[in-house]
C-alpha cells in the first residue's frame, strides 16, 4: 500500500501562483510514476501531469503546459506541482496519484491516491 496526502491547495488570484505537494508513506516510492489529476464540479477527471520516477522533463496535459511544473524528490518521498499564471478554468479538486503505469496520462491505471486538495482561482 501507498498512503498520498496532498497539501498547498486554497483560494488565489487569477494571474498567481500555488504549489502542491505530495508526500508519500508505505511502499517503494521511487520506483513509482507519481501523477496529478484533478476534477472540476460537472466535469471529467483530468490529467495534469506526471513524472516517471528516473524523473526526466515530466509530462504536461495541454491545458497546462508551459504553466505548470511537476517535480519529484525521491529521498523526501514528495512530488510537487508548481502552478503559475492559473486560471479560473483551473479551479478544481487536485489529486495526487502513484503506480507502476504504463499509460502515464490514464488515471485508471494509478492503484494509490490521494484525499485531494482544492485550487480555487478567482477572477
Known amino acids: 500500500q501507498v498512503q498520498l496526502v496532498e497539501s498547498g491547495g486554497g483560494l488565489v488570484q487569477a494571474g498567481g501562483s500555488l504549489r502542491l505537494s505530495c508526500a508519500a508513506s508505505?511502499?517503494?516510492?521511487?520506483?513509482?510514476?507519481m501523477g496529478w489529476f484533478r476534477q472540476a464540479p460537472g466535469k471529467e477527471r483530468e490529467f495534469v501531469a506526471a513524472?516517471?520516477?528516473?524523473?526526466?522533463?515530466?509530462y504536461y496535459g495541454d491545458s497546462v503546459k508551459g504553466r505548470f511544473t511537476v517535480s519529484r524528490d525521491n529521498a523526501k518521498n514528495t512530488v510537487w506541482l508548481q502552478m503559475n499564471s492559473l486560471k479560473q478554468e483551473d479551479t478544481a479538486v487536485y489529486y495526487c496519484?502513484?503506480?507502476?503505469?504504463?499509460?502515464?496520462?490514464?488515471?485508471?491505471?494509478?492503484?494509490?491516491w490521494g484525499q485531494g486538495t482544492q485550487v480555487t482561482v478567482s477572477p
Open positions: 496519484a502513484a503506480g507502476w503505469v504504463a499509460g502515464i496520462t490514464s488515471g485508471h491505471e494509478y492503484p494509490y
Open positions: 508505505g511502499r517503494t516510492f521511487s520506483r513509482q510514476t
Open positions: 513524472m516517471r520516477w528516473s524523473g526526466g522533463s515530466g
